[in-house]
């Protein structure tokens, strides 16, 4: 579990794409960093590269394990990637109505988040039983334990550096 430390990387690069979107709002053009979503599609690639390899030291699976679980997994995280998707047009959705909120924008911003919390939890309710197929039951543990806790850590380095609504 010592790689997990590397998930704060992820943080790291997701902290980019915030103060990114954040600091655009907020900066004269001449000053305004020049991130495209090209770029921030780059970080948003090697984040999710990292947690795979993260995965990968951790699960110490055998060769016939892998060849089943990868392709698993690699359907999960296309599922998940859309949920990534969501929760990222939800954080630009804030920082352009941050200034100027409105008290409607934040009821339907609270309504989206919570949404996206249920679709979550709904999705790894889901991908439980098809990993079960794949692994063994303390690996399947292992794989969910793996997952809540990087995700964990990345909801925590957004929680601390998005502002809170004025």
């Known amino acids: 579990m010592m790689k997990l430390a590397i998930a704060l990387l992820i943080g790291t690069s997701l902290l980019l794409i915030q103060s990114v979107v954040f600091a655009?709002?907020?900066?004269?053009?001449?000053?305004?960093?020049?991130?495209?979503?090209?770029?921030?599609?780059?970080?948003?690639?090697?984040?999710?590269?990292?947690?795979?390899?993260?995965?990968?030291?951790?699960?110490?699976?055998?060769?016939?394990?892998?060849e089943k679980?990868?392709?698993?997994?690699?359907?999960?995280?296309?599922?998940?990637?859309k949920l990534g998707d969501a929760r990222y047009a939800l954080i630009k959705e804030y920082a352009n109505h941050y200034e100027d909120m409105t008290d409607a924008q934040a009821e339907s911003l609270v309504n989206k988040m919570a949404t996206l919390d249920e679709q979550t939890a709904t999705v790894r309710q889901?991908?439980?039983?098809?990993?079960?197929?794949?692994?063994?039951?303390k690996q399947n543990a292992?794989?969910?334990?793996?997952?809540?806790r990087i995700t964990l850590l990345l909801d925590l380095q957004f929680a601390a550096n998005i502002p809170l609504v004025k």
């Open 69 to 81: 679980f990868w392709p698993v997994y690699d359907a999960y995280a296309q599922e998940t990637t």
């Open 126 to 137: 889901q991908w439980i039983p098809k990993f079960a197929k794949v692994l063994t039951g």
């Open 142 to 148: 292992l794989f969910f334990q793996l997952d809540r």
């Open 24 to 66: 655009q709002k907020s900066e004269t053009p001449a000053s305004a960093p020049t991130v495209s979503e090209q770029d921030i599609e780059l970080m948003r690639s090697d984040i999710r590269s990292t947690k795979k390899q993260i995965i990968a030291d951790n699960m110490k699976l055998t060769g016939a394990q892998a």
